[in-house]
């Protein structure tokens, strides 16, 4: 291994079960021909509670110092930990790759490989709405362009890296305003990628037909509140929420990633915190997209095809039917990766 093979990272230690999600993610970053360097900030509910702005602010010179973030499951008491950080780093697009387990039991016999490319901000969740007297209420939805061009550029980007169309879906129809802008602009997008093919779609109809014929989407690219709806779906779909890992960007004005950050799926589990019993799949995945969108594509392929190959073995925790705990299948993923990598070193020779 060469003096220039390292990355660091920030990682942002939460509640409940993170630390062993954190644990989890080390043991297997020792198994990598790769130092990973992490520098850890405390984003717990004990140290939010007593110094807030000094915790986002540790976490918001942490990744732009280090240009990318692993953030484990937090509490939220009163404002989302979330919401914070993807207002302080200006996260804007939030993608969540969804594909079928072999392995896992689910109620569904399609095969899904599906990337949703979700606006992060703007739609009905800027806007918690107000009463108007006793019987009505209100709130305001608002569309952007400047995160309509991000993601629907980071999609065109994805599709064509994936060899596959793009399928921009809202509900332009009634929102004509609103929905109807952010199809206007993925269309000019569009326009700048006439080597990738995209279609519009209704969200309700797309909903129906991605259950009925999940092969037919790859990359999808959505609002705020379409995308949050769609990712859980779709995780629904091939089993378990859990299993799901998301990112996001911020980017520059030319659509190039600025800042990421990469997150497991779910909660903090406080009923099994400490306990040897939560499934790490999700924050493994998540550590594997933060190597390819680093540079290390084959380690963060090979780690994401290790998770996949340990499941499909059986070797899983309880919640997926299996009898490990966090550390037996960390050290199950682990052994698997070890193989994926020195079958790789076998062949380059």
Request: hydrophobic share 40%; charged share 25%; glycine share 8%.
């Amino acid at each position: 291994m060469s003096e220039r093979e390292f990355l660091d990272l920030a990682e942002f230690v939460g509640d409940g079960i993170s630390t062993e999600l954190s644990e989890s993610v080390h043991a297997i970053a020792k198994r990598l021909p790769l130092e990973v360097r992490f520098h850890p900030v405390d984003l717990t509910l004990e140290r939010r509670r007593s110094d807030p702005e000094a915790a986002f602010e540790e976490a918001e010179a942490a990744i732009r110092r280090h240009g990318v973030a692993l953030k484990y499951p937090t509490i939220t008491e009163t404002v989302s930990p979330n919401k914070v950080l993807r207002d302080r780093f200006h996260f804007s697009v939030i993608h969540r790759p969804v594909a079928t387990i072999p392995g896992v039991p689910t109620r569904h016999d399609g095969s899904v490989d599906v990337h949703i490319i979700r606006i992060a901000v703007g739609g009905t969740y800027e806007d918690a709405g107000r009463r108007i007297g006793t019987e009505s209420a209100v709130s305001i939805r608002v569309i952007e362009r400047r995160p309509c061009f991000e993601a629907a550029q980071f999609a065109f980007r994805l599709a064509k890296r994936l060899g596959t169309d793009v399928v921009s879906t809202s509900k332009y129809t009634i929102q004509s305003a609103t929905d109807g802008l952010f199809e206007e602009i993925v269309r000019e997008v569009a326009a700048q990628h006439s080597d990738v093919a995209h279609r519009s779609e209704l969200f309700d109809a797309l909903l129906a037909k991605i259950i009925m014929r999940p092969e037919s989407y790859r990359v999808i690219v959505t609002p705020n509140e379409y995308g949050d709806f769609l990712s859980d779906a779709a995780c629904g779909m091939i089993g378990s929420v859990g299993l799901g890992a998301s990112a996001s960007y911020a980017f520059d004005g030319e659509g190039n990633v600025t800042l990421a950050m990469f997150d497991p799926a779910g909660g903090t589990a406080p009923d099994i915190a400490g306990q040897d019993k939560c499934n790490p799949s999700a924050a493994l995945w998540a550590f594997s997209m933060l190597l390819i969108h680093s540079g290390f594509r084959g380690l963060g392929s090979a780690l994401d095809q290790a998770i996949r190959r340990t499941i499909a073995n059986g070797s899983t925790t309880a919640d997926l039917g299996g009898s490990l705990g966090t550390r037996g299948f960390t050290e199950a993923v682990s052994a698997s990766l070890a193989g994926l990598l020195a079958g790789e070193q076998t062949r380059a020779r």
